[in-house]
């Protein structure tokens, strides 16, 4: 058995270990969420200016489980960091103070990310799509569609604003040196572009700006910290 494999067997016996912590803590949680689902998503509802439809009788007790979901992997995200950097510090031989700031900065960076979209991309995104009824094409908008559009985004966006810890990660265990992000930075821009043209709500470039430009701040953000904590 090669390192890999060894690495890998010893994360994913760890991620066994804690599945009923996280299956449990998802599960209540969502039962939680689901008994104020009505209330989450008026305010959704409010915040986005929408008015929304069913289609189908389980439609919105489908989108209210939808909802609970979402806010339930928004509210765990940091025992669900602390799991993942606990399973990935025995193999990859990280300290307890480093798994201790790693944590810190997921969260930090994962609700900064998320706190972006909804408070700022997703109003400017819905509105551009929005900008094309006319008189005689008015949206009727699904609820479902609109639950699963707004909760994919958000979590997207909250997962893709953790790249300087990637980027420090996969640094620190000598996979990626720094010198290849460093070396790298028109790819990384492309990358980063393409992703952006993903992930954004609308094709347009100012959608795409919205998120392109602070991920590209955040991975020469990456590249600083890599040499303000001397790691090469």
């Known amino acids: ?12 016996k760890d991620l066994r270990r804690a599945a009923l912590a996280m299956g ?3 599960l209540l949680g ?3 969420f689901y008994s104020i689902s009505r209330q989450l998503l008026t305010v959704i509802q409010g915040h986005l200016h929408q008015k929304l439809a069913f289609f189908t009788v389980a439609e919105p007790f489908l989108a209210h489980v939808t909802v609970s979901l979402a806010m339930t ?11 993942l950097w606990r399973a990935l510090a025995k193999p990859f031989s990280l300290s307890r103070s480093l798994i201790f700031w790693f944590v810190i900065f997921s969260c930090f960076l994962f609700y900064s990310g998320a706190a972006f979209c909804y408070f700022i991309t997703l109003p ?10 006319t008189e005689q094409l008015r949206p009727v908008i699904s609820i479902s569609e609109f639950v699963s559009f707004v909760s994919i985004f958000v979590l997207a966006f ?3 604003f953790e790249l300087p810890i990637f980027m420090i990660f996969m640094a620190k265990i000598k996979i990626l040196p720094r010198s290849f992000f460093e070396k790298n930075r028109r790819y990384a821009a492309l990358v ?8 954004t709500p609308t094709p347009d470039v100012f959608n795409m700006l919205l998120m392109g430009v602070p991920l590209y701040m955040l991975y020469e953000v990456g590249i600083i910290v890599l040499k303000l904590l001397r790691i090469a």
């Open 192 to 199: 980063i572009s393409v992703i952006a043209a993903l992930l």
């Open 1 to 12: 058995m090669n390192t890999t494999t060894q690495r890998l067997a010893i994360i994913i």
């Open 73 to 83: 992997l928004f509210t765990i995200m940091p025992m669900l960091s602390y799991f």
């Open 30 to 32: 969502c039962l939680g």
């Open 24 to 26: 449990l803590a998802l």
């Open 158 to 160: 909250g997962l893709i």
């Open 124 to 133: 400017f995104g819905i509105d551009f799509l929005l900008d094309f009824q």
